[in-house]
């Protein structure tokens, strides 16, 4: 098992069942949560669907070891304090046979620049430019000094395909990706089918043909592993793990996660832009008691976004604490009378327990006095709304680390005030001076302090509810040879992946 402390322990280096076997055909088979919602355009998050199916590279990665390095770029250099030089890789061609060159790669990120709404981690409002200096060297140029710049380029989203894939202002990434496993068939949101790479750049591939599912209901991804529909069951709920364990020819593949549980507060509507409203909700739940019911005892309650074991959360934070009696006091200050406030809450089927958590939350707030209407539906049906800002309250799972390896992307985007996430409408000048003031600032420690203390800003106005700091948890057959979790969940195909 992975755990949390050695995943973030890496970043400290880089910069600073028993049916399993009968899955169809003889394929490799693998039941996965998201399907892709955007036509794979890279600015989305289908961009990590293509990565995770091993057809998406990027110029650099983030390993599982968590550690930054080489993909299609072999190396980088800073070569002024804006600008970052990367050198491709000799030899690498498109699945289509086109060579990959610096003019494709620069055009490709070009593309992701031009959209309409560009990637949280990368967007004209963080890269002021990318262009071909040579037939091998990508040169891209920030507003401000930034030594994040490598750890933008292992982001899904600045994925490399081939010139052949931008067409009519739509991607096909059916063989024009670089990646050990070529596209062959995209059945909608139903599923997807691949086959090796022959001609991989980073050597043999073992799986012959792979089948992935997109099956959004976590307990029918637990059961299709466990009945042997299925050779890898992707995030399988907490509940589900005890019987998964004790199932004959299963495994289970544990990994703490920079993944946070949060309730998104719209601090934008009266009257939750009221501090006080806010932790009032906070002090409201008992997290501690969420944990342990919800989740099982499988996950640690909240000290903010942060995990403890982080180096740039908070030292000695705790969970906000449970205090009904000070949550009612507040909203009496804040003019609020009980029953007065009643809120909307949003949670999506595709996160298991985020039904069951709602229930409690809408439990905790009517005992302060705040009634909780609850929505539960498909993201993509929720997903309007709250981008739009047409929502009170709504959970989210949300990695601080996969835009970015490093917490000030998550910072910027989540609560800056021009942020490209900022789904919370959160604005706070001093709180943008302070993450400014870091971004080209090389000593990872200095960093760290500053993330900390912004973390800590954070949980004290209680911009959101920061609910469980989340685990991941796959099942797989005994018969799969070299499955592993990535710690931002960018990788699941890989050439090493194996069947008996």
């Not at 060159?101 to 004209?124: G, Q, Y």
């Not at 989203?157 to 894939?165: F, R």
């Not at 466990?226 to 004959?248: D, I, M, N, Q, Y």
């Not at 000070?326 to 996160?351: C, N, R, W």
Request: contains cysteine.
């Amino acid at each position: 098992m992975i755990t949390r402390a050695g995943f973030v322990a890496a970043f400290l280096s880089t910069l600073g069942v028993a049916g399993a076997a009968s899955a169809q055909g003889g394929k490799f088979v693998i039941a996965e949560n998201f399907p892709p919602r955007a036509g794979f355009a890279l600015e989305t998050d289908d961009a990590n669907v293509l990565s995770k199916a091993g057809c998406l590279e990027m110029l650099t990665r983030i390993d599982f070891d968590g550690k930054l390095k080489p993909a299609l770029a072999t190396s980088w250099t800073q070569t002024a304090p804006d600008a970052w030089d990367f050198t491709l890789r000799k030899g690498v061609s498109f699945q289509d046979g086109q060579a990959l060159t610096a003019a494709s790669a620069a055009a490709a990120l070009n593309a992701v620049l031009k959209v309409t709404a560009p990637a949280r981690a990368f967007s004209p409002k963080l890269i002021k430019s990318v262009e071909a200096i040579n037939e091998d060297t990508v040169r891209v140029t920030t507003p401000v000094a930034s030594v994040l710049t490598p750890l933008r380029l292992a982001a899904a989203n600045t994925g490399i395909l081939s010139p052949a894939a931008y067409k009519d202002g739509k991607i096909d990434p059916v063989g024009t990706c670089t990646g050990p496993f070529v596209i062959t068939r995209v059945n909608g949101q139903q599923g997807m089918s691949l086959k090796r790479n022959d001609k991989y750049w980073g050597g043999a591939v073992k799986l012959a043909e792979v089948e992935i599912k997109f099956i959004p209901d976590a307990n029918v991804r637990a059961t299709q592993v466990r009945t042997g529909e299925a050779h890898v069951g992707a995030a399988v709920p907490a509940s589900t793990l005890a019987t998964l364990k004790s199932t004959a020819g299963l495994k289970i593949e544990s990994i703490a996660t920079p993944r946070t549980s949060t309730l998104l507060i719209n601090t934008k509507k009266a009257p939750l832009d009221n501090p006080k409203v806010r932790q009032a909700l906070q002090m409201a739940l008992d997290l501690q008691g969420i944990a342990a019911s919800v989740y099982e005892g499988s996950v640690q309650p909240a000290i903010g976004p942060f995990a403890p074991a982080e180096p740039w959360a908070p030292k000695g934070a705790k969970p906000a604490a449970y205090d009904p009696k000070k949550a009612q006091a507040l909203l009496a200050e804040a003019g609020i009378k009980p029953g007065s406030l009643t809120l909307d809450l949003f949670a999506y089927v595709e996160k298991i327990e985020f039904k069951d958590l709602a229930a409690i939350l809408q439990d905790q707030f009517n005992a302060i006095g705040v009634k909780a209407n609850i929505r539960v539906a498909e993201y993509k049906a929720l997903e309007p709304d709250i981008l739009a800002g047409k929502y009170d309250l709504a959970l989210l799972s949300r990695s601080h680390m996969v835009d970015v390896a490093d917490p000030a992307g998550y910072l910027q985007s989540d609560y800056g005030c021009g942020g490209g996430y900022n789904l919370s409408h959160y604005c706070n000048a001093k709180f943008d001076e302070k993450l400014a003031k870091v971004a080209g600032e090389a000593d990872p420690a200095k960093r760290y302090v500053v993330y900390s203390e912004l973390a800590q800003d954070l949980q004290n106005d209680a911009v959101n509810i920061f609910v469980i700091h989340e685990a991941g948890n796959d099942a797989y057959s005994a018969k799969v040879r070299n499955y592993k979790i990535h710690p931002l969940y960018q990788y699941t195909l890989t050439p090493e992946l194996a069947l008996e």
